[in-house]
């Protein structure tokens, strides 16, 4: 079964210091990859998504992510953060033929000041 | 932009009650979600509609059921609400095939809290 994993529940780091955030999925065939952030007692917002293409994607909000299909991991990043960037971030993986997402269990992102 | 409306923010309800929760979305979405969030499960899916009327279980349909008449329209029915339906509820669309550019958009979210 096709699976997402989030490796870190929560991140805790100061503000304006770099973060990566990682994401490995399972699958043996085609995907479409997706960061999502969702800020306190809203929903899901899309950050950004691969699709096809270069393998590194850039999104919104100065974050960006990089597809490797050896390794099957997206793993987000963001070089320098700040406060408002505290929310929750999930990845998502999407079956190509398919319109079921399979979300990770999210990380907390806490920007310290 | 595309908006996903869904009607209650916060419900708090008794055991046993019946709950209708609602959705509406206003880009012509042919797909249509309800997820369920609960802290460290992530989000799973309760139920899917990829047309009017058509409906598909998704991975913790037990106690749920819903209802897609129209096109705009995704409600999520708990017939007798439980304890442990007490969570966050997530509604989301998207295009469906031929059209499809990938992402889910979301509503705010509901959060029901069954007494």
């Known amino acids: 079964a096709q699976s997402v994993t989030q490796l870190d529940s929560q991140v805790p780091v100061f503000e304006e210091a770099p973060v990566e955030l990682r994401c490995n999925y399972s699958?043996?065939?085609?995907?479409?990859l997706f960061w999502y952030v969702q800020y306190p007692n809203q929903g899901l917002q899309l950050l950004l998504k691969?699709?096809?293409?270069?393998?590194l994607v850039k999104g919104i909000n100065g974050f960006e992510a990089e597809f490797n299909k050896s390794q099957t991991s997206f793993h987000l990043r963001k070089p320098s953060v700040h406060i408002s960037d505290t929310a929750e971030y999930f990845c998502?993986?999407?079956?190509?033929?398919?319109?079921?997402?399979?979300f990770g269990t999210g990380t907390r992102l806490k920007v310290l000041a | 932009d595309v908006k996903v409306t869904q009607s209650s923010r916060y419900l708090v309800k008794r055991t046993g009650e019946k709950v209708f929760l609602e959705c509406v979305q206003d880009?012509?979405?042919?797909?249509m979600f309800w997820y369920r969030q609960d802290p460290g499960l992530g989000l799973r899916l309760i139920y899917f509609?990829?047309?009017?009327?058509?409906?598909e279980k998704g991975d913790i349909p037990e106690g749920y059921s819903v209802s897609r008449e129209k096109k705009e329209r995704f409600s999520l029915i708990l017939e007798s609400a439980s304890t442990n339906q007490t969570s966050m509820y997530l509604c989301?669309?998207?295009f469906g095939a031929g059209r499809a550019t990938g992402e889910l958009f979301f509503g705010e979210g509901s959060r029901l809290t069954v007494l």
């Open positions: 989301a669309s998207s």
């Open positions: 699958s043996s065939v085609s995907v479409y």
């Open positions: 691969y699709l096809s293409g270069s393998t």
């Open positions: 998502a993986v999407r079956k190509s033929g398919t319109y079921k997402y399979i």
């Open positions: 880009m012509d979405h042919e797909n």
């Open positions: 509609s990829y047309d009017v009327k058509m409906k």
